[in-house]
């Protein structure tokens, strides 16, 4: 008998966030209001960051981090090559160019080292990546940016409630958070914008609303001008409230969340261990808290018997999900046949990378699914094995 389809992921919203969102219905104010600014407390709270800013994704935050930190032609930004295409495209858009720089062939994160190789004087800004839920090695990272006087955005889309040296991603620097349906908090779509720059905050809040000096929200409820003026040209990247709503109960329930993930990530690196070839995602030796964002195993075709693409197709035969957390941005048609015509070459060291995004997969992870379902998968993949190496 076919069995019932198992997700790569599934949004944990329970009931509290059900009765949250018909309370904001009923309220009759939607868009942004109350709901983005408690939002933004309780990231504060968690981070410990001194501002927060909700936005409509953490696209949004990109774009206004360039923007804001006025990134255009002539300039270079280092970024990897392995993540999500959105920071990719926005430095295309604003002018810029992406320098790639490669990562750890094992965990996926760059180096500090790796990034120094690519500064020149036209470098204007480094956006590393938290990877799937660990943390980049920040010290090493923020030492290099502060030598070399260059501004940071730590893309932290992965990781709400991961911890660097006991410290929750978000207290340092500049971040910015992704709450897409898939993260491990969501509001639908979302991203969250944290500094402890008050001018920079400012910037980047009057930027996601037209440039206005005051929002929406402050305007109707606090008895502002209607005819608050737009001080500069600015996009429209606001959060409503009623996605906002969303992301408040399972803020009250990350350490929960946080822990039903770590606990099925034990349970399939226990399982996964045996098996040839497949290999998870290594985590950094230094101290850290995982919040085990994406379920990641690299899939050596050599000793399994079968390549990542295979074992896609077979598990969606048996109603699995999975997916690939990234196929490489320099890889991508756009900048496969136009990188060279207008930036030149491409940074030629980046074999960890290319080697990863052939090979890397991930599994079903989400809050609600049990131990069994992570059986299910690691049985899945067994028999494939089995069946792959037979004569
Ligand atoms: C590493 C990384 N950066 C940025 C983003 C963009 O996030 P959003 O979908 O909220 O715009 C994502 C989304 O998955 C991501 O994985």
């Avoid at 939607?30 to 001194?50: C, F, M, R, S």
Wanted: hydrophobic share 40%; proline share 5%; aromatic share 6%.
């Amino acid at each position: 008998m076919e069995q019932k389809f198992l997700p790569l992921c599934r949004p944990a919203i329970e009931q509290p966030e059900i009765d949250a969102v018909i309370e904001v219905l009923k309220s009759g104010w939607i868009t942004t209001g109350p709901k983005n600014a408690e939002l933004e407390n309780v990231i504060k709270a968690h981070t410990g960051a001194q501002h927060a800013v909700a936005l409509s994704s953490a696209t949004a935050g990109l774009h206004l981090s360039l923007v804001a930190l006025g990134i255009g032609p002539g300039d270079e930004v280092i970024t990897p090559s392995m993540t999500w295409v959105s920071t990719v495209n926005l430095i295309t858009l604003v002018g810029a160019k992406p320098v790639f720089v490669d990562v750890d062939a094992d965990t996926l994160m760059t180096t500090a080292e790796r990034i120094e190789s690519l500064i020149t004087d036209k470098t204007k800004l480094i956006i590393p990546v938290h990877y799937a839920g660990a943390p980049l090695d920040l010290d090493a990272i923020y030492a290099l940016a502060e030598r070399y006087q260059i501004p940071l955005i730590e893309d932290a889309a992965h990781a709400i409630g991961c911890e660097y040296k006991g410290r929750p991603i978000g207290q340092t620097g500049h971040c910015i958070f992704s709450l897409h349906a898939i993260k491990n908090v969501t509001t639908a779509e979302g991203g969250i914008f944290t500094t402890n720059d008050a001018q920079l905050a400012e910037r980047i809040r009057r930027l996601k609303f037209h440039g206005l000096g005051v929002d929406a929200f402050d305007r109707e409820n606090q008895g502002r001008a209607p005819q608050a003026e737009v001080i500069e040209p600015g996009f429209k990247y606001n959060m409503p409230d009623l996605c906002a709503v969303l992301a408040l109960g399972q803020m009250q329930r990350l350490t929960r969340i946080t822990q039903q993930r770590q606990k099925l990530v034990a349970h399939y690196r226990q399982l996964l261990a045996e098996l040839p070839g497949i290999r998870p995602l290594q985590v950094p030796e230094y101290d850290h808290q995982h919040c085990c964002h994406l379920m990641i195993i690299r899939v050596e075709p050599h000793l399994c018997g079968f390549d990542r693409d295979q074992l896609i197709s077979q598990l969606k035969q048996l109603n699995i999900g999975a997916g690939i957390h990234f196929k490489a941005c320099h890889s991508q048609k756009y900048y496969r046949d136009h990188y060279l015509s207008r930036f030149g070459e491409i940074n030629p060291n980046l074999q960890n990378t290319e080697f990863n995004s052939q090979r890397i997969c991930s599994l079903p992870l989400f809050p609600d699914m049990q131990l069994s379902d992570v059986e299910r998968v690691v049985n899945a993949i067994t028999h494939f094995i089995g069946t792959s190496n037979e004569t």
